[in-house]
């Protein structure tokens, strides 16, 4: 059985940093590329930010870029992103997800990930 669970949200204030983590077991977690989507209330679930299986490639948001960092540790089947002058429009929860990918033109959409996580919550204050 896949699980996916992410960690690391909280509070912090415009311009602070936030590291969010997820830990995927239950599959071989570097045949897998990872991404984090984030959703606010009333709007569609974006992606964020993508990594390949093997952490060579990376894809971000263009609100992200610069500000955002993601990674992984394939030994630890860790996901990470680092946030960086956090923004309050970077307020949402945060999902973690899995997935074969086969073109990464896709990477934001979520119908190319298989595995998700139930999501950590970030709160940006101004």
């Known amino acids: 059985q896949v699980q996916v669970v992410e960690s690391g949200g909280g509070l912090a204030q415009t311009g602070g940093s936030l590291r969010l983590s997820c830990t995927v077991s239950?599959?071989?977690?570097?045949?897998?590329?990872v991404a984090w989507f984030r959703q606010v209330p009333g709007k569609e679930r974006e992606g964020v930010s993508a990594i390949s299986s093997g952490g060579g490639k990376t894809y971000y948001l263009d609100s992200v870029k610069g500000r955002f960092t993601i990674s992984r540790d394939n030994a630890k089947n860790t996901l990470y992103l680092q946030m960086n002058s956090l923004k309050p429009e970077d307020t949402a929860t945060y999902y973690c997800?899995?997935?074969?990918?086969?073109?990464?033109?896709?990477?934001?959409?979520?119908?190319?990930?298989?595995?998700w996580g139930q999501g950590t919550q970030v709160t940006v204050s101004s």
């Open positions: 239950g599959l071989t977690f570097d045949d897998y590329s």
């Open positions: 997800a899995a997935g074969r990918l086969l073109l990464y033109t896709l990477w934001r959409r979520r119908a190319s990930y298989t595995y």
